[in-house]
T-cell receptor, first 113, second 114 residues
Framework: ETGVTQSPTHLIKTRGQQVTLRCSSQ?????VSWYQQALGQGPQFIFQYYREEENGRGNFPPRFSGLQFPNYSSELNVNALELDDSALYLCASSGGQGRTEAFFGQGTRLTVV | AQSVTQLDSHVSVSEGTPVLLRCNYSSSYSPSLFWYVQHPNKGLQLLLKYTSAATLVKGINGFEAEFKKSETSFHLTKPSAHMSDAAEYFC????????????FGAGTRLFVKA
């Protein structure tokens, strides 16, 4: 157990809908990163939040957005869902603006139909 | 720019025999390198990391990896495979010690035969 929890564990949405995924970071961690892992591929970095500000982003369109709250938990929002958004979404928390070891949650499996 | 290539998508070994999972990286600066393991329906777990200290890095569960700058490689090894080692393994490169803006390899699926 890493102390990083994600909800929900599974989700089915229809193309065009919006979805919100949630992540509670490990106690004492102030940085949260989000990753998309398509089937059979390695995780791809979406973005990172440090103290409620986005401080790094991968190659994902603006319809992928996020929030970090004062307790350092985080949300990932995806608008206008596409079939290719079907994936495992992983959250990782760390301290020191990402400069200490990252601990991963078990992920949210999103299926877009 | 940085990238990582895992040279084998699948590796199959017999229980008790050595494991070798190969990883090459490309980076324009001194990178931090990591190996993660992912068991089915579980999150990623850090096996070991290299952050410019000793080039031979020892990790959990008997795994180790050697950083070879001249070969731009960071191969993962274990002397004797156990059935519980069957999982997906990811080689990861990052400009930061903690893994910010990490680049994951495509993964190597390790099968362990009894």
């Amino acid at each position: 157990e890493t102390g990083v929890t994600q909800s929900p564990t599974h989700l089915i949405k229809t193309r065009g809908q919006q979805v919100t995924l949630r992540c509670s970071s490990q106690s004492g961690h102030n940085t949260v990163s989000w990753y998309q892992q398509a089937l059979g591929q390695g995780p791809q970095f979406i973005f990172q939040y440090y103290r409620e500000e986005e401080n790094g982003r991968g190659n994902f369109p603006p319809r992928f957005s996020g929030l970090q709250f004062p307790n350092y938990s985080s949300e990932l929002n995806v608008n206008a869902l596409e079939l290719d958004d079907s994936a495992l979404y992983l959250c990782a928390s760390s301290g020191g603006q990402g400069r200490t070891e990252a601990f991963f949650g078990q992920g949210t499996r999103l299926t877009v139909v | 720019a940085q990238s990582v290539t895992q040279l084998d998508s699948h590796v199959s070994v017999s229980e008790g025999t050595p494991v070798l999972l190969r990883c090459n990286y490309s980076s324009s600066y001194s990178p931090s390198l990591f190996w993660y393991v992912q068991h089915p329906n579980k999150g990623l777990q850090l096996l070991l990391k290299y952050t410019s200290a000793a080039t031979l890095v020892k990790g959990i569960n008997g795994f180790e990896a050697e950083f070879k700058k001249s070969e731009t490689s960071f191969h993962l090894t274990k002397p004797s495979a156990h059935m519980s080692d069957a999982a997906e393994y990811f080689c990861v490169v990052s400009p930061y010690t903690g893994g910010f803006k990490t680049i994951f390899g495509a993964g190597t699926r390790l099968f362990v035969k009894a």
